[in-house]
């Protein structure tokens, strides 16, 4: 299992005190683990929340690299819970692994985590370490 590194740059985190354009570095690697192949390594990409006036958020991963399932603003769920800032962002495709990022309120870290397994036994599992660097912008 994997524990990436989150720094945000909020003073407040409840999703009401969120900001547009919280932005972290985004580098992809490793072995997914709901298909278990392994990734290739990326350059320097930018995962990226926007609220907007509603209310609503939006998520996207923008860089040469970035994975085409999460290329695009499309909706995310987010919330808070025990601590944490639960970003779930909806992928372009049926096909795509589904991921969301769990950060502490605290800002001093959090982890990517990736739906695993098939309904009615779906799962969140945490990446494993070869790392995400979501580190606040």
């Known amino acids: 299992m994997k524990i990436s590194?989150?720094?945000?740059?909020?003073?407040?985190?409840?999703?009401?005190?969120?900001a547009a354009d919280q932005e972290w570095d985004y580098q992809?690697?490793?072995?997914?683990p709901a298909s278990g192949t392994q990734r290739p390594t990326s350059g320097k990409n930018i995962a990226e929340l926007n609220q907007s006036k509603d209310g609503s958020y939006e998520f996207r991963i923008r860089g040469n690299t970035?994975?085409?399932?999460?290329?695009?603003?499309?909706?995310?769920?987010?919330?808070k819970a025990d601590g944490t800032l639960i970003i779930t962002?909806?992928?372009?495709?049926?096909?795509?692994?589904?991921?969301?990022l769990v950060v502490k309120v605290n800002g001093?870290?959090?982890?990517?985590?990736?739906?695993?397994?098939?309904?009615?036994?779906q799962s969140w599992q945490d990446e494993e370490v070869?790392?995400?660097?979501?580190?606040?912008r």
């Open 5 to 18: 590194a989150l720094t945000l740059a909020f003073a407040l985190v409840s999703p009401a005190a969120l």
């Open 28 to 32: 992809l690697s490793g072995v997914s």
């Open 66 to 79: 970035a994975p085409s399932c999460y290329k695009s603003f499309r909706t995310a769920q987010v919330e």
């Open 89 to 100: 962002p909806e992928p372009l495709f049926g096909s795509c692994e589904r991921i969301r």
């Open 108 to 121: 001093s870290g959090g982890v990517q985590q990736q739906l695993i397994g098939k309904k009615p036994n």
């Open 130 to 136: 070869q790392g995400y660097g979501l580190t606040a």
